[in-house]
T-cell receptor, first 113, second 113 residues
Framework: GAGVSQSPRYKVAKRGQDVALRCDPI?????LFWYQQALGQGPEFLTY????????KSGLPSDRFFAERPEGSVSTLKIQRTQQEDSAVYLC???????????FGPGTRLLVL | ELKVEQNPLFLSMQEGKNYTIYCNYS?????LYWYRQDPGKSLESLFV?????AVKQEGRLMASLDTKARLSTLHITAAVHDLSATYFC?????????????FGAGTILRVKS
């Protein structure tokens, strides 16, 4: 079946521009996670949804980062007024439930110039 | 502070040789995962280890967990070129009030012909 999909795969933004990154989880997966992966590093947790409820946003680095999942399926990660330090790969993962294995999407590679 | 440390961070090995990647962590956890990541690709789940003494094997890879020592290992037997990738261990549990995966920095494995 279809895995986790993300779009766009690549995004180049000028500093100060707003961006929106989309994640389509595996159908039926209740839990959805966003991670940020800097070059040469492991992914770092950003936020977690259970259905439409955002249960943990402790990893969001600043108030410029905002995530939503209004209908409990597709999720969007929005970054306002992008900065160069936001350049990274943004990974989305979904799982059947919180304690099940997380399946990762291909990621969105964001470059802020 | 939760820490997940992998070593080595880089491993260059000849085909046919054996080697072990180590993952040390600083606190108790519900489960431990091993993921593989190919360059420019997303993470692929290899193993999930749930209890002390757990051992899982798939092909030339074998993962084990010692919860008392807070140590997991990923053993590579008779390496082949196709195993070249970055390998991450990740700890799953509840920390700082939220459920999250915490990743190690990754081990870059290069298998030379």
């Amino acid at each position: 079946g279809a895995g986790v999909s993300q779009s766009p795969r690549y995004k180049v933004a000028k500093r100060g521009q707003d961006v929106a990154l989309r994640c389509d989880p595996i159908s039926g997966h209740v839990s959805l996670f966003w991670y940020q992966q800097a070059l040469g590093q492991g992914p770092e947790f950003l936020t977690y949804f259970q259905n439409e409820a955002q249960l943990d946003k402790s990893g969001l680095p600043s108030d410029r980062f905002f995530a939503e999942r209004p209908e409990g399926s597709v999720s969007t990660l929005k970054i306002q007024r992008t900065q160069q330090e936001d350049s990274a790969v943004y990974l989305c993962a979904s799982s059947l439930d919180r304690v099940e294995t997380q399946y990762f999407g291909p990621g969105t590679r964001l470059l802020v110039l | 502070e939760l820490k997940v440390e992998q070593n080595p961070l880089f491993l260059s090995m000849q085909e046919g040789k054996n080697y072990t990647i180590y993952c040390n962590y600083s606190t108790t956890s519900d489960r431990l995962y091993w993921y593989r990541q190919d360059p420019g690709k997303s993470l692929e789940s290899l193993f999930v280890l749930l209890s002390n003494g757990a051992v899982k094997q798939e092909g030339r890879l074998m993962a084990s967990l010692d919860t008392k020592a807070r140590l997991s290992t990923l053993h590579i037997t008779a390496a082949v070129h196709d195993l070249s990738a970055t390998y991450f261990c990740a700890l799953d549990g509840v920390w700082e009030g939220g459920n999250k995966l915490v990743f190690g920095a990754g081990t870059i494995l290069r298998v030379k012909s």
